[in-house]
């Protein structure tokens, strides 16, 4: 197996991938480059940096899976993988801890205007009555987003004693969480944070002026989720007009590059804190998330385990297995389809270990495990199935 790692990976993770004989190539591409570049490889794994466009997955001809060593796919086409039968794997375990200290880092920095009075300081002036703050203790926390970071946040948080209301749409399981609808969290917090890929229960998914019109002229905005949940300009107009107190933002609608000059109008504002995204900026974070993404890798590589897949649906639990041989199928989902791709095998004499198949809008992902080697004519028989749109070994 080849892998190609675009974006770092810490050596613990590049070690899980030595350690099976993977064959591995770490380097630094320009996105023009990316397309002819990506052939022949079996895995692609990339942080935020690299896209993986549409044009670079159509031009992968033996790439298997892709990886996303962190949480947001948002730089991956997950429907241009699916419509070419390859994976997409998170780490989004790894991140966790560091994405919600951060939040509660954001919360303090703003109620405190701890950055201004740092730079007020750091320029000479002594100011102290300018900068009068509030405490967290007893105020209300809405969690917008009640996944593994929206949890995490609560639990950072449980010693400041504060009153947590959630929405989360997709979980209402907890026992002892206090959910309620997205206009009364708004209307009743004294901090909003946002903890959701995609904002639901709004037009258009994000939190733009209705929503900062509901909020207390007191309450503080934080965003350490994405960029694009928050209109930008519809937060500056509320800050500007003193319609919510403060924002704290780790994300932005339009991001800069490393090293290079960024302007954004809200910096501007003297009730507004940001910072560059620094969400997983860990070195523990980048250690597990590193570790995770490649165990995941292996793991659909070696076993077919669709535990991490973020675009196909269903996590098969494998036990680990040596001397088999594996074939990548994509085929659509329909009736007959697993019949007719086992039955050539069977005709070769291929004893198979198990099938795994899992399926997304009407594509299906399957991954033959066999005890013997299969042989090229089988292959051909097998991609010779109508419905069957892609096969790599």
């Known amino acids: 197996m080849k892998i190609l790692i675009t974006d770092g990976l810490d050596e613990e993770g590049k070690n899980i991938f030595a350690e099976k004989g993977y064959e591995i190539t770490d380097r630094k591409i320009k996105a023009e480059d990316l397309p002819e570049l990506v052939k ?29 060593s962190g949480v947001g796919v948002d730089n991956i086409d997950l429907e241009a993988a699916l419509e070419r039968g390859i994976v997409v794997k998170n780490a989004p375990d790894g991140n966790t801890n560091a994405a919600a200290e951060l939040t509660v880092g954001l919360m303090l920095a703003i109620a ?32 917008i987003g009640y996944g593994r970071i929206g949890s995490t946040v609560a639990e950072r948080l ?14 209402q399981q907890e026992t002892g ?26 037009i258009d998914g994000k939190i733009g002026k209705e929503q900062l019109e509901m909020m207390k002229k007191t309450a503080y ?16 107009q509320a800050l500007q007009t003193g319609r919510i107190a403060g924002a704290a933002f780790d994300v932005f609608e339009e991001e800069g590059k490393e090293g290079q000059p960024y302007s954004n109008r809200l910096f501007e504002l003297p009730n507004f804190v940001g910072i560059p995204h620094l969400g997983a900026s860990t070195r523990e974070a980048q250690l597990r998330t590193s570790i995770q993404i490649a165990e995941n ?3 659909y590589l070696d076993l ?16 680990w297995k040596k001397e088999t041989s594996n074939l990548y199928i994509g085929h659509e989902n329909q009736p007959g389809m697993i019949a007719a791709i086992t ?34 004519n089988a292959i051909t028989e097998i991609r010779a199935i109508p419905g069957v749109y892609r096969i790599v070994k």
Request: charged share 25%.
């Open 304 to 319: 077919g385990d669709m535990a991490y897949a973020v675009n196909i649906n269903g996590a098969v639990d494998c036990a």
């Open 158 to 171: 449980s010693g400041f004693r504060m009153n947590v209301l959630v929405y989360d749409p997709f979980r």
């Open 112 to 143: 405190r205007s701890m950055p201004q009075a740092y730079h007020a300081l750091n320029r000479g002036t002594w100011k102290k009555k300018q900068f009068d703050g509030i405490e967290l203790l007893g105020k209300t926390l809405g969690i």
């Open 221 to 236: 905005l934080i965003n350490a989720s994405r960029g694009g949940n928050v209109k930008e300009a519809d937060l500056y």
């Open 343 to 376: 039955g050539v095998l069977g005709r070769h004499g291929i004893n198979l270990e198990s099938v795994p198949a899992a399926t997304a809008d009407g594509r299906a992902i399957t991954i033959i495990r066999a005890y013997s080697v299969i042989p090229d």
């Open 297 to 299: 890798i292996v793991r």
């Open 177 to 202: 969480v206090n959910y309620t609808d997205l206009d009364t969290l708004l209307k009743q917090s004294d901090f909003v944070t946002l903890h959701t890929p995609k904002l639901k229960g709004t």
């Open 40 to 68: 022949g490889y079996d895995a692609l794994v990339v942080r935020s940096a690299t896209k993986a466009t549409r044009e670079v997955i159509e031009s992968a001809d033996q790439l298997k899976i892709i990886g996303r």
